[in-house]
């Protein structure tokens, strides 16, 4: 719960007079949330007039201002990330408009590239590259795919993976129908990267075709028709590696949730200084856990920065280098990148047309959230 009142600081103690600073216009807030563990019950003054030296807090200084604290419970013990350059629309919450601040996402800064000189390349071994934090760099192989019928897979990121909140299988279709796949109870998020034909969703068909999202509910499996070759990323969230094939559908198609289905549509793209991202799987068609985003950076190299969810990312077409600290490995177009949450990272495209990927992460929120 949210109301706006005056003079707290950041544990719910009232203000006195003499506590006011004196320091308008000395602290300018920094474009970057930050990340607070809230405790159940107490009471926080989040900062709204940039004057606070304890961001993002209020210390008081809002006094020389007509501005006001807005004052809120936490309901849970949680780790949020709350805004610091005010000009979030979700207050106190980063909503991701601090990368709106300037005409250029935050690039590594000339100290940041030379601290990151010395990094260890890493090479791949059976095609995988495995940086810091967990995180890797992999391009599937063919010949680790299970075939069943016109279907092969495998897992790309699962539990054995270190893995805790997402699973990521591909799928390589050649014409035909598959099996019916499932997995059981959890939300599954689709991709299409390429190809044409039609899904049935326990009983309901959608079509289909390249760079495109589509959400089955818990619950229902589903099957996919196809006259050409076709690449398909299935996600699992919370994660579940086991992709459950077989000849028959016992599921049912939840009526009451009929838009599953959202492609890729550049009039509609979120701008975020120079790069955009359009969310595909979202709320928007139900899936209130897991968010999928089709992205396009330019030939650039973004500041470190870290989420507070899982992701996976499928590099769709462009390369370069991801960069997590003390390692960095290439990355090039088909390859699946895996992050864990909090894992500092900065992706690199070296290609002069740019970079487009595919990202999809748990617990859901906007792609354009970042510490
Ligand atoms: S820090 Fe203000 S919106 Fe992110």
Same mark, same amino acid.
């Given at each position: 719960? /949210?109301?706006?009142?005056e003079?707290?600081?950041?544990?719910g103690?009232?203000?006195?007079?003499?506590?006011?600073?004196?320091?308008?216009?000395?602290?300018?807030?920094?474009?970057?949330?930050?990340?607070? #563990?809230?405790?159940?019950?107490?009471?926080?003054?989040?900062?709204?007039?940039?004057?606070?030296?304890?961001?993002?807090?209020?210390?008081?200084?809002?006094?020389?201002?007509?501005? =006001?604290?807005?004052?809120?419970?936490?309901?849970?013990?949680?780790?949020?990330? *709350?805004? /610091?350059?005010?000009?979030?629309?979700?207050?106190?919450?980063?909503? +991701? #408009?601090?990368?709106?601040?300037?005409?250029?996402?935050?690039e590594?800064?000339?100290?940041?590239?030379?601290?990151?000189?010395?990094?260890?390349?890493?090479?791949?071994?059976?095609?995988?590259?495995?940086?810091?934090?967990?995180?890797?760099? *992999?391009?599937?192989?063919?010949?680790?795919?299970?075939?069943?019928?016109?279907?092969? %897979?495998?897992?790309?990121? #699962?539990?054995?993976?270190?893995?805790?909140?997402?699973?990521?299988?591909?799928? !390589?279709?050649?014409?035909?129908?598959?099996?019916?796949?499932?997995?059981?109870?959890?939300?599954?998020?689709?991709?299409?990267?390429?190809?044409?034909?039609?899904?049935?969703?326990?009983? =309901?068909?959608?079509?289909?075709?390249?760079?495109?999202?589509? %959400?089955?509910?818990?619950?229902?499996?589903?099957?996919?028709?196809?006259?050409?070759?076709?690449?398909?990323?299935?996600t699992?969230?919370?994660?579940?590696?086991?992709?459950?094939?077989s000849?028959?559908?016992? #599921?049912?198609?939840?009526?009451?949730?009929?838009?599953r289905?959202?492609?890729?549509d550049?009039?509609?793209?979120?701008?975020?200084?120079?790069?955009?991202?359009?969310? *595909?799987?979202d709320?928007?068609?139900?899936?209130?856990?897991? @968010?999928?985003f089709?992205?396009?950076? &330019?030939?650039?190299?973004?500041?470190?920065?870290?989420?507070? %969810?899982?992701?996976?990312?499928?590099?769709?077409?462009?390369f370069?280098?991801?960069? @997590?600290?003390?390692?960095?490995?290439?990355?090039?177009?088909?390859?699946?990148?895996?992050?864990?949450?909090?894992? +500092?990272?900065?992706?690199?495209?070296?290609?002069?047309?740019?970079?487009?990927?595919?990202?999809?992460? %748990?617990?859901?929120? !906007? &792609?354009?959230?970042?510490?």
């Amino acid at each position: 719960m /949210v109301e706006a009142i005056e003079t707290f600081d950041q544990y719910g103690r009232k203000i006195a007079g003499d506590e006011m600073t004196e320091n308008k216009d000395k602290y300018v807030a920094e474009n970057k949330p930050a990340l607070v #563990s809230l405790e159940a019950g107490k009471k926080y003054a989040w900062c709204t007039c940039k004057l606070s030296k304890t961001q993002p807090f209020c210390d008081g200084s809002h006094k020389v201002t007509d501005k =006001r604290p807005m004052v809120f419970t936490a309901d849970k013990n949680e780790d949020v990330l *709350l805004c /610091v350059c005010k000009a979030t629309q979700s207050g106190p919450y980063c909503d +991701g #408009s601090h990368n709106n601040l300037e005409d250029v996402y935050a690039e590594a800064t000339p100290e940041e590239v030379e601290s990151m000189k010395d990094s260890l390349f890493i090479e791949r071994e059976n095609g995988k590259a495995l940086i810091d934090g967990g995180a890797y760099v *992999l391009t599937p192989q063919a010949d680790n795919d299970k075939i069943v019928g016109n279907l092969r %897979y495998q897992p790309v990121i #699962s539990e054995e993976d270190g893995a805790t909140k997402l699973s990521l299988h591909k799928l !390589s279709l050649s014409p035909g129908t598959t099996p019916w796949l499932e997995y059981k109870g959890v939300d599954t998020v689709l991709y299409f990267v390429d190809g044409k034909g039609k899904i049935d969703i326990a009983g =309901r068909e959608f079509d289909v075709a390249g760079e495109a999202g589509i %959400y089955v509910r818990p619950g229902e499996a589903f099957r996919i028709m196809t006259e050409g070759d076709m690449t398909v990323y299935a996600t699992a969230c919370p994660m579940l590696s086991d992709l459950i094939v077989s000849e028959k559908n016992q #599921s049912e198609f939840q009526a009451d949730h009929p838009e599953r289905y959202v492609a890729f549509d550049l009039a509609t793209a979120n701008v975020m200084a120079n790069r955009f991202y359009q969310e *595909l799987v979202d709320k928007k068609v139900g899936s209130n856990e897991v @968010t999928q985003f089709i992205g396009q950076i &330019p030939k650039s190299r973004a500041a470190m920065h870290r989420h507070l %969810y899982e992701e996976a990312i499928v590099i769709l077409s462009g390369f370069g280098r991801m960069w @997590t600290g003390t390692k960095w490995a290439t990355v090039e177009c088909g390859d699946v990148l895996f992050l864990p949450h909090r894992q +500092g990272h900065s992706l690199e495209c070296t290609a002069d047309d740019g970079m487009l990927l595919m990202g999809v992460f %748990y617990p859901s929120g !906007s &792609p354009a959230i970042n510490y």
